[in-house]
């Protein structure tokens, strides 16, 4: 069951049954993605460009961004 996590420029979403756990979000931007943590994620921790960024480095597709759009 994919969770959103919501951030003033871009939200974080997360399907745990897709996860292979390579943990590649956790060593890149550990401000953000950080497991001992509630909520894990936190997406304003970081810049939305590196959010995104990150969020595209995630191998199994199970971490998803969405950019909020201007009105």
């Not at 994919?2 to 931007?29: M, Q, W």
């Not at 953000?32 to 997406?43: A, M, Q, S």
Request: charge should be negative; include cysteine; proline fraction near 7%.
């Amino acid at each position: 069951m994919r969770k959103t996590y919501a951030g003033k420029e871009v939200d974080v979403s997360f399907d745990p049954e897709v996860c292979i756990h390579a943990a590649n979000c956790v060593r890149g931007l550990p401000g953000v993605f950080d497991t001992t943590r509630r909520p894990w994620i936190v997406p304003d921790a970081a810049a939305a460009d590196d959010v995104v960024a990150q969020v595209g480095r995630c191998p199994s597709g199970a971490l998803q961004a969405e950019r909020h759009t201007e009105c």
